[in-house]
Every structure is written in structure tokens, then in C-alpha cells.
């Protein structure tokens, strides 16, 4: 019998990123470009749930929203000053909170993926207006408040704050911006020792403008015991929400947040006693202004993205490792969605989820997914029948197609579209090969 030949050609598509092996797909898009998705997680029922924010009202309403694993939507709440951050709980339950609502100065939200959307606490004028929440490993969820004060040259106080899922609330810490303007909070991230870490950003002015900012990164006990354990008094940016590496280290990024900051923005490392490392500088052409908190996933790697810059100008998603290693996995652009800016997450089936603000290219926002490419990896002949196996995922959906030789201009559909159960994926081309028959596997949207 005469060998059956395989190639294994890349699929060129719209979505094909600067990787051979990973490929961008676009999952959702916005109605409108005024009420991007902002956020994603995943609940306990295997549904993704996010926010869309309602810019053109300019009333701050939010919509939670819930997308089913296929990528379809159904919309729920539309809720006065809703922040655009959620985070899953031990108790199988999704937490979000609001600027205001609740007394008039800001509540905690649950969303419960059996029932409706319940407020579970509201805060006094006392608090400031809760800024986000983020769930701790002791069960407990933690969040930041920021004043109200609108007086530029006034100090600003934040509050940080532990809210247990039983109804209660005790604020940790109240600081104090000695520098007058209160430019940015990192929601606090809790670590494996049971502290809590996160960052404050202050920008200086000289008189009037902006000329740098001051970054602080802090250790908080769970009893109140707050250190300052690095400073960065001359940083190009502010820091976002820091994260834990799988190596015990807290990583994170500085963004150009302000117009008057020559910098790309970084990303960096800190040890939980402070001691800081630059480990990437961005300079525009692989990315600009990176402001989401970044992602540490399953294969020991951190991943992020910018919100600017890369090959259209419209952000990148790239992918570091703790040596400062930096691969650029996607380009941003018209057929993608442009401007990422909330953080990414890495669901139940192994692939990377985000969302995009949209752009001038890409006017709406998308939901979108970083996944493996299919590779074909083995082919078994038994009694004139082909059998392809590669890789997939859980609800991916592929198309087996062939041609007769490298010179055909086309290629044929052998299978239209399969759906994937599992990590592989096989299929048998029954009918008998001619003298030789290339394959390939497409990853539809």
C-alpha cells in the first residue's frame, strides 16, 4: 500500500497569531461600541459571567452578563454604578460591587448562578465608594475603598476591607494620601502566608502637571498590621492588581497612565519582603500601557496583555515567564477587537479567556479565547481506512479537510464540523485514498 502523505500547513486565517502553535479567536461582540465587556469569570455552573458598563449614559450603569461555554449571551441587572471586576467565591457564588446603590455610597453584590442578584452589604458614608473585591484562600473576600474627596490638593483616604460571605465586614486598614491625589488602589491579593499584598499610586505634580508618580507596595495582616515593603518614588506609572507567581513571588505591571510619561510601561517582580525587579520594558512596537492584572496558569507561565501598541496599535497579549522571557502571542486588531483591559482567566478547558474595550480599528468590544492550534498527532492506516487524531478541547468545534497534493489550489471539507468532548480528538476518513491525500484540521469559531 502506498504511504498516505500528511501536512501539517498552518491554517490562514484572520485570527492566526504570531504563534505557530496558539490561534486568537473571537467568541462575542458588543451591539454597541458604549457597553464593552469588561470582565470575565467562571462560575460554578461552567457559565462565564462578566459586565458590560454603559459609557454613554454617563450615570455609570452596568449589566452583568452571563456567557454560556458556545459564546452565547444572555444579559441580567442593570445595575447604577456597577464596577466592572467579579470574583467567584468558595461558596459557589459570584461577588461584585457597586460605586453606589445600597445607602447611596457603594454595596457588595452576590450572583448566584440559580437566582437573581441580591445586595449582601452596603456601605456608610464613613467607607468612601468601593473600588472592587477579589477572593482570599481562607474563604473570605477582600476589597479596597477610595474617598470621595474631589479636591485635587486634599489628602485622599482608602480604606481595605475583608467581607466574609456570612454578611460580615471589618475594614483592615485606612491610609492616607499624603501626596493629595489618590491616582490608583491595587485591589489586595492574598497570599499563601495568609497576608495580604497589593500597591497605591500617587501622581506628582509640578505645579500643575503631571510629572511622575509614587508607587508603594504594602503587607497587611489579616488582624490589621499594615508595612509599607517597597517604594518606588520616581515610577513610570501605576501599578495594577498583583498576583502570585508559582514561585511564591508577587508579580505585576506598571502602566503609562499619564500623557506626560515617556514609558511603555513594565512588568515586574517583587518578593513578599520587598525587594523589586524590572522584568520587561515595553517600547510600543510589542506592546504599550499594560493595566490588567496579569495571569498565572497551569503551565507555570504568566500571561497579560496591553492596552496599547503591537503591530496595529490596538494591544497585544503576550506571555512571560519569571526570568523576564517575553513572547508576543497576539496582535490586536480589526478582526480581534482592540484594547484589552480587563485581566485574562483560564477556564475549566485549559484555554485563556479575555475581553477587549474596542478601538478606532475595532469600534465594538469582544469576548475572545486563546487556544492551541490543532496539530495531527498520529495517523494510523488499517485496512485502506485513515485515521486522524489531534489535539482539542472540551466544545471545540473542527473541520477535517484534504487535498490531493501540495499543488491544489483548494482544500475539501471531509467533515464539516466535529465536536470535541475531550483533549483528542480522532476521525477515520473511510473512503480509500488516491496515490497520496494531504490533511489538515481547521479550529472554526
Given at each position: 500500500m502506498k504511504p498516505v502523505r500528511l501536512s501539517l500547513l498552518p491554517v490562514l486565517t484572520a485570527c492566526m497569531t504570531s504563534s505557530a502553535e496558539l490561534q486568537l479567536q473571537r467568541l462575542y461582540t458588543s451591539a454597541t461600541s458604549s457597553n464593552p465587556p469588561t470582565c470575565l469569570v467562571q462560575g460554578s455552573d461552567g457559565n462565564f459571567y462578566g459586565t458590560f458598563i454603559h459609557e454613554s449614559l454617563g450615570?455609570?450603569?452596568?449589566?452583568?452578563?452571563?456567557?454560556?461555554?458556545?459564546?452565547?449571551?444572555?444579559?441580567?441587572?442593570?445595575?447604577?454604578?456597577?464596577?466592572?471586576?467579579?470574583a467567584l467565591a468558595q461558596d459557589g457564588n459570584i461577588y461584585g460591587t457597586t460605586t453606589n446603590g445600597g445607602l447611596g455610597y457603594g454595596s457588595i453584590l452576590k450572583i448566584s448562578p440559580a437566582g437573581p442578584i441580591t445586595t449582601v452589604?452596603?456601605?456608610?458614608?464613613?467607607?468612601?465608594?468601593?473600588?472592587?473585591?477579589?477572593?482570599?484562600?481562607?474563604?473570605?473576600?477582600?476589597?479596597?475603598?477610595?474617598?470621595?474627596?474631589d479636591f485635587r490638593f486634599f489628602p485622599q483616604l482608602?480604606?481595605?476591607?475583608?467581607?466574609?460571605?456570612?454578611?460580615?465586614?471589618?475594614?483592615?486598614?485606612?491610609?492616607?494620601?499624603?501626596?493629595?491625589?489618590?491616582?490608583?488602589?491595587?485591589?489586595?491579593?492574598?497570599?499563601?502566608?495568609?497576608?495580604?499584598?497589593?500597591s497605591v499610586s500617587s501622581?506628582?505634580?509640578?505645579?500643575?502637571?503631571?510629572?511622575?508618580?509614587?508607587?508603594s507596595f504594602y503587607r497587611l495582616s489579616t488582624n490589621g498590621a499594615f508595612q509599607s515593603i517597597c517604594s518606588?518614588?520616581?515610577?513610570?506609572?501605576?501599578?495594577?492588581?498583583?498576583?502570585f507567581g508559582p514561585d511564591g513571588f508577587l508579580y505585576g505591571v506598571i502602566g503609562d497612565r499619564q500623557v506626560y510619561s515617556t514609558s511603555d510601561g513594565l512588568v515586574f517582580k517583587l518578593s513578599t519582603n520587598g525587594v523589586f525587579t524590572n522584568l520587561f520594558s515595553f517600547h510600543g512596537t510589542n506592546g504599550s500601557n499594560p493595566q490588567a492584572q496579569l495571569l498565572t496558569a497551569s503551565d507555570g507561565l504568566l500571561y497579560g496583555t496591553t492596552f496599547r501598541g503591537g503591530a496595529s496599535g490596538s494591544g497585544t497579549l503576550f506571555r512571560i515567564s519569571s526570568d523576564g522571557e517575553l513572547s508576543t502571542l497576539a496582535n490586536f486588531d480589526a478582526a480581534t477587537g482592540g484594547n484589552p483591559l480587563a485581566s485574562l482567566i483560564q477556564a475549566s478547558d485549559g484555554n485563556i479567556y479575555g475581553t477587549t474595550k474596542g478601538s478606532q480599528l475595532s469600534a465594538f468590544g469582544t469576548i475572545f479565547r486563546l487556544v492551541e492550534s490543532p496539530t495531527i498527532t498520529d495517523l494510523v492506516l488499517t485496512n485502506g481506512s485513515a485515521t486522524l487524531i489531534?489535539?482539542?478541547?472540551?466544545?471545540?468545534?473542527?473541520?477535517?479537510?484534504?487535498?490531493?497534493?501540495?499543488?491544489?489550489?483548494?482544500?475539501?471539507?471531509?467533515?464539516?464540523?466535529?465536536?470535541?468532548?475531550?483533549s483528542t480528538i480522532s476521525f477515520s476518513d473511510n473512503s480509500p485514498p488516491p496515490d497520496n491525500r494531504l490533511y489538515r484540521v481547521v479550529l472554526l469559531p
Open positions: 450615570l455609570g450603569y452596568g449589566t452583568v452578563f452571563r456567557m454560556a461555554p458556545d459564546g452565547s449571551v444572555t444579559s441580567f441587572g442593570f445595575i447604577p454604578g456597577l464596577n466592572d471586576g467579579l452589604y452596603s456601605f456608610a458614608a464613613t467607607n468612601g465608594a468601593p473600588l472592587g473585591i477579589r477572593a482570599g484562600f481562607d474563604g473570605c473576600l477582600y476589597g479596597a475603598c477610595q474617598g470621595t474627596n482608602f480604606y481595605i476591607f475583608r467581607y466574609d460571605t456570612n454578611g460580615a465586614l471589618t475594614i483592615l486598614h485606612t491610609g492616607t494620601n499624603i501626596s493629595g491625589v489618590q491616582d490608583s488602589i491595587g485591589l489586595p491579593v492574598q497570599g499563601p502566608d495568609g497576608f495580604l499584598y497589593g501622581p506628582k505634580f509640578s505645579p500643575w502637571l503631571v510629572t511622575s508618580n509614587r508607587t518606588l518614588t520616581n515610577s513610570p506609572g501605576s501599578a495594577g492588581d498583583l498576583v489531534w489535539n482539542s478541547f472540551s466544545n471545540g468545534i473542527y473541520r477535517v479537510e484534504f487535498k490531493p497534493d501540495l499543488s491544489a489550489v483548494s482544500w475539501t471539507a471531509l467533515i464539516p464540523r466535529v465536536t470535541a468532548t475531550d
